[in-house]
């Protein structure tokens, strides 16, 4: 099984040791879609997945989540964040045994859902249907002076001084790098999974076309995220390396644990 770079304490120890309040802002990669993005002294939690509900629920079926990498922390001990969010109904993008404990220990977490999934996202979570905050295609809402902009199949969060889209499970479609260019996005969450009828999933980008996409629109810099999690429906980065360097387009490639710096975005990427 792959270890995080970093896990439990120790990504705790990183997270504390990294506030800072300087316009700039850090990632760290929780597996899977799941990332932490702490600025400014605000941390939210963009579509995490920590626990082992899906191995659970499919173990004993023909179609077996079985995890890749270690569970980098458990979300009980995640007691600081101010916003979540989900951006579909995926249990790899909206857990209730992540965010249940979550909103357990942050009773003032606000939690930014697409507004068409409203009552999915309040049976599965338990919660005042109320209580979620919701955007549509279109849409802008400002929390703790971070901007969520929904965009069509996909999330974005756009900071005061910096632009983040994450896109949630998604293929390209016809017009998306159009809609996403006039962002501005300095880093750009994509998955690379890919695509294949034999795990009867729904499909993702494939790392040539994440990295096609990033480039499409522009973005300083593209993450990968998406895969090492479940070994039916993951996919190697090298793909994804290879068309960034062809297209000369910035990348990085986290571990799954592993900080990334917003400084970083004035230094050669790998």
């Known amino acids: 099984m792959i270890r995080p770079l970093q896990s439990n304490d120790a990504l705790l120890a990183d997270i504390r040791a990294s506030d800072r309040r300087d316009g700039s802002f850090r990632l760290w990669w929780l597996g899977q879609s799941g990332f932490l993005l702490q600025w400014q002294g605000v941390h939210v939690l963009l579509d995490p997945y920590l626990s082992d509900s899906l191995t659970r629920k499919y173990g004993q079926t023909d179609k077996p989540h079985v995890r ?32 249940g404990p979550i909103l357990a220990r942050n009773p003032g ?65 016809p017009g998306m790098a159009e809609k996403l260019r006039p962002f501005g996005i300095q880093v750009a969450l994509l998955p690379i ?27 300083e810099l593209v993450i990968p995220c998406h895969f090492d999690m479940f070994a039916f429906n993951t996919a190697s980065p090298d793909e994804f390396r290879r068309e960034c360097a062809r297209l000369d387009q910035p990348h990085k490639v986290l571990q799954c644990g592993e900080q990334w710096d917003s400084e970083s975005l004035c230094k050669p990427h790998t």
């Open 68 to 99: 890749m990498t270690e569970l980098v922390i458990d979300p009980a001990r995640l007691a600081f964040v101010d916003i979540a969010t989900s951006t579909h109904n995926h249990t790899d993008h909206l857990d209730a045994e992540t965010l």
């Open 109 to 173: 977490l606000k939690l930014m859902i697409p507004e068409a999934n409203r009552a999915f996202v309040a049976d599965r979570l338990g919660i005042d249907p109320a209580l979620p905050v919701g955007v549509d295609d279109g849409t802008t809402v400002e929390v703790s002076g971070i901007r969520f902009s929904g965009i069509a199949s996909a999330h974005e969060s756009v900071e005061r001084d910096w632009t983040i889209y994450h896109s949630g499970d998604t293929v390209r479609y």
């Open 193 to 219: 999974n890919g695509r294949a009828p034999e795990r009867r999933v729904p499909g993702n980008l494939f790392g040539q076309e994440a990295a096609q996409l990033a480039k499409d629109t522009a973005a």
